[in-house]
């Protein structure tokens, strides 16, 4: 009998775990570790999971075996020596077979067991576990070790139960091995199975017809012995060199890099490119924005293309194969010995899927739209229902009889990847919602295994029975797994990534691509939070800890970290000069935003003396509408070209000339100086517009922060004076008040980069205490603002600014005023300025650019109905 958590709470054992794979067997060495009775329920005959059925010709892992492998004792590490680069899949089944004896685990594995179905018993609070030989056992927690890539999806072309020959799966293959001699054999599917096997097949077959439907980037593995440098590293210090897998990006020790493609010459690419192809790894450090910009990483596809033009003779083969219509990663890239060189071979063909997609199958060969090709034997290596497949093929039901299936009809929802709502006492090792297979799996199993068993571990010593996270925390990590997903190129390809490779399963991100190092944190933040976004229930009753883990989007962090690297002085601590000159220094640092048609720099009369602009004209036919834009810097920093990146960014989405004004600066020029050049400045372009070459009528606004504070005075100000009309106001994070002491100055005002202390700075060089009321400083405190240019209002969620520019929206709507209040989720003051560099600004961008494209109408139709009324 087991040890029970609670005398009076009685299971045949504490856990039961699903899958003898390498999740499995850590799982239940740990557990078994730390005192838990646990059964491993494996419908195999043998340990090893994938690695156990997986066994076609030429299967191998593709990361470096010294990395793929257990780091949880330095014996077992001492005592195993793999003979290659990448391990075969014997040698990698004959290393779970030596951890399964070495620890002696066999003893709690029931092999040839498939788990059925899994239910929780409210009443008794445990799961009772049904296997196909038609036992049950009850356990206290339930864990599905199963793996990601274990359920083959199924064969989804017509005809191929008709099929006379024989018939191969690469996921299934026979233990036996199989002879192709003199055989006319084709194989379906071109991911990494198919191209690990089909060099081999190749060899041994009378004919070998490749059936691809989409090309897969692929690099030489080069496999033979590991790498010096990484043995000696590894055994200099074994400890650092675990530590540094588990704090990198994907689970394997590797350089960082922050400089993107684009900002190298061609000729310094090409040498990264082919540092990468030359290093027989599956993901080398290449450029920073890889996986985010599709110009950097259309570069690299490229140079794959070439590579795959120089190796295969056959120029149409050769175009056949190259991977086009999905950027390089976002599929599986694969590692091959041989296998564009296979193309070369007179008995191997290609047939292009995508120009004649399979028919049928028939009793005798493969049909196409083209061809009718008979055959002795097929080899399916069609993938995986990955991810989701093999914890929804156990019929497993939660809290009040609910189906997981039925749960995750529209995709699967998890907290960190490791539990569901609903689903008590129920774990998931590198689930979906965990970097997983987007990661070393090692380490992520690692891991996961010692959170789950800490976890089991911590509510034992607590007195607690079950664990569940609430439904906010999991809301917030489906959202924040989504959130580092778009800002990729990676939504975008129809891989198993997305489901995409499923017949009608649901189009959604599986793993989390926010890095391995940023999870392990994520995961440890929660625990020390006390367990942040988990329910557990125990004799005393129940006790939530609701929230959510991750509210910034993945991006802004970066920024803030790298800000926080940087470890600059405060700015309320420097002189305006010095602050002045380490806000250029900073700006040098940005990327440029995109091309525009033109820039123009000029200068224009304000209201005591000339003010520099810069004008960015669209690269499309004109005339164009115009927005005078104000900058931000707290009327204190910056100048007409600041922004720069921001305004080329609205130029372009906005089709309109942007030109960026300056203002006289406090505390040389302290109020009112900035709103008098504001309105004066708004006088000229209004009156100057057609000479700019832009279209005659109203113009907009528009500002950032403490622009947009002087953007919106103007307005009412030229609403005060008779005009000049104003078509529309874009106000981005406006400063509208001079009250530090509204809930978001306690919630924002010290961690994101505009603190209380700076906005006190600012305020201090710019107006008197007693000016700080005046509307034209606190335009929130005007009496009257009706009649104003409809607004545009953008707050951001993490900005001190946020609720003086909400308050400002709705004043607005209340006077009367169109207004389109836009929230920012997850960014800081600064963040939406930021083009380039924080991705996920780009879809509030787009709104600020179609607003003004919407005032720019407006005020076309007016001016068109004022003219038609002249005639
Ligand atoms: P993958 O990578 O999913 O590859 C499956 C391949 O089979 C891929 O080229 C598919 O094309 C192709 N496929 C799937 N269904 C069809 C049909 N109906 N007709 C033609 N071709 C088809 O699975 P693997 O087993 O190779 O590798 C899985 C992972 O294991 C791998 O990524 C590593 O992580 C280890 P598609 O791309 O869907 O057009």
Redo the contacts with the bound molecule.
């Keep these: 009998m087991a040890t029970d958590i609670k005398p009076d709470v009685r299971s045949d054992v504490d856990v039961v775990v699903v899958g003898a794979g390498f999740a499995g067997l850590y799982m239940l060495h740990r557990l078994r570790g730390l005192g838990f009775s646990t059964v491993v329920l494996e419908g195999a005959d043998g340990v090893g999971g994938?690695w156990y059925w997986?066994r076609y010709p030429g299967a191998r892992c593709?990361i470096m075996s010294v990395d793929y492998s257990y780091s949880f004792d330095p014996e077992l590490e001492r005592e195993w020596q793999w003979s290659e680069k990448y391990a075969t899949q014997p040698e990698i089944l004959a290393y779970a077979n030596h951890v399964a004896d070495r620890y002696d685990l066999r003893k709690d594995i029931r092999f040839a067991t498939r788990v059925e179905r899994a239910t929780w018993d409210a009443g008794a609070r445990c799961w009772r576990v049904r296997t196909g030989t038609g036992d049950e056992i009850t356990c206290r927690f339930y864990v599905m070790a199963t793996g990601c890539?274990s359920l083959p999806?199924s064969?989804?072309?017509e005809g191929a139960d008709r099929f006379g020959g024989d018939i191969y799966y690469?996921?299934h293959w026979p233990h036996e091995g199989v002879d192709f001699t003199a055989k006319r054999v084709a194989v379906?599917?071109?991911?990494?199975?198919?191209?690990q096997s089909i060099p081999i097949i190749a060899r041994q077959a009378a004919q070998l017809t490749v059936?691809?439907?989409?090309p897969?980037f692929s690099r030489p593995a080069l496999n033979g012995p590991a790498p010096q440098a990484k043995l000696d590293a590894f055994k200099a210090d074994r400890d650092a060199y675990r530590q540094a897998a588990r704090l990198s990006q994907i689970g394997v020790p590797a350089p960082v890099t922050m400089v993107g493609a684009m900002q190298v010459s061609e000729q310094e690419r090409r040498a990264v490119y082919e540092a990468a192809w030359n290093s027989g790894d599956l993901l080398p450090t290449t450029f920073a924005d890889m996986p985010t910009s599709a110009v950097s990483n259309e570069t690299f596809c490229e140079f794959l293309r070439e590579k795959i033009r120089s190796i295969v003779k056959d120029p149409a083969t050769a175009e056949a194969l190259c991977p086009t219509g999905y950027y390089y990663g976002t599929?599986?890239p694969?590692l091959d010995s041989g296998y564009f060189e296979t193309f070369n071979l007179p008995q191997v063909r290609l047939v292009d899927?995508r120009r004649t997609p399979?028919t049928t199958i028939t009793e005798t060969g493969i049909q196409t739209t083209a061809e009718s090709m008979e055959f002795d034997a097929i080899v399916f290596?069609?993938?995986?229902d990955?991810m989701t497949g093999a914890i929804v093929a156990v019929d497993i039901n939660g809290r009040d009889g609910l189906p997981l299936k039925q749960k995750w009809a529209e995709g699967p929802k998890t907290y960190l990847g490791l539990m569901t709502v609903g689903f008590p006492n129920c774990f998931l090792i590198t689930g979906p919602g965990s970097p997983s297979?987007l990661s070393n799996m090692m380490v992520s199993i690692e891991q996961h295994v010692d959170w789950v068993s800490e976890a089991i571990d911590y509510m034992r010593r607590a007195g607690l029975e079950t664990i569940e996270p609430t439904a906010t925390a999991e809301a917030g990590w489906v959202q924040h797994v989504n959130d580092c997903a778009d800002i990729t190129l990676f939504p975008q390809a129809?891989?198993?990534y997305m489901g995409?490779?499923v017949p009608g399963k649901p189009r959604v991100f599986l793993p989390y691509i926010g890095g391995v190092d940023r999870y392990r944190k994520t995961c440890d933040e929660v625990v020390a939070q006390g367990y942040l976004g988990f329910c557990f229930e125990g004799a005393s009753g129940v006790a939530c800890n609701d929230g959510v883990i991750r509210r910034l989007q993945p991006d802004v962090t970066i920024v803030l970290e790298v800000i926080e690297s940087l470890g600059l002085p405060p700015v309320e601590s420097m002189s305006p000069e010095a602050a002045r000159t380490l806000f250029v220094a900073l700006a040098t640092q940005r990327p440029p935003g995109p091309a525009v048609g033109e820039i123009v720099d000029g200068a224009l009369p304000g209201a005591a003396g000339e003010l520099n602009y810069r004008l960015y004209r669209p690269a499309t036919a004109g005339p164009h509408p115009v927005v005078v834009y104000y900058h931000g810097g707290g009327w204190v920093l910056g100048g007409y070209d600041s922004d720069d990146p921001l305004c080329r960014d609205l130029c372009v989405r906005s089709d309109s000339i942007i030109l960026s004004v300056d203002y006289r600066h406090a505390p040389e020029a302290r109020f009112p100086a900035a709103v008098d050049d504001a309105l004066a400045a708004l006088q000229w372009v209004s009156f100057h517009a057609k000479a700019l070459g832009g279209r005659p009528g109203p113009v907009a606004v528009a500002g950032w922060s403490a622009g947009a504070n002087l953007a919106t005075v103007a307005c009412r100000l030229a609403r005060d004076a008779g005009g000049p009309p104003v078509a529309g106001q874009l106000l981005i994070a406006p400063v509208t008040d001079a009250d530090l002491t509204r809930p978001s100055y306690h919630e924002n005002g010290e961690r994101y980069v505009l603190t209380s202390a700076i906005m006190q700075w600012f305020f201090d060089h710019y107006v008197d205490t007693a000016g700080r009321a005046d509307p034209r400083v606190a335009p929130l405190r005007a009496r009257d603002l009706s009649n104003l240019p409809p607004a545009t209002i953008v707050t951001c969620e993490f900005d001190p600014l946020r609720d003086e520019g909400a308050a400002y929206a709705e004043a607005l709507a209340a006077a009367g005023v169109d207004v389109k209040h836009i929230k920012a989720r997850g960014h800081i003051h600064s963040s939406l300025t930021m083009v380039d560099l924080v991705i996920s600004g780009a879809p509030y961008r787009e709104q600020m650019g179609e607003a003004l494209r919407r005032y720019a109408s407006a005020g076309r139709a007016a001016s068109l109905v004022r003219a038609a009324s002249l005639v």
């Design positions: 994938t997986n593709d890539l999806k064969i989804d072309i690469t996921h379906i599917g071109s991911g990494s199975s198919g191209i059936f691809q439907r989409t897969n599929k599986r694969c899927l399979i290596a069609t993938g995986f990955a297979v129809s891989s198993w995409a490779n």
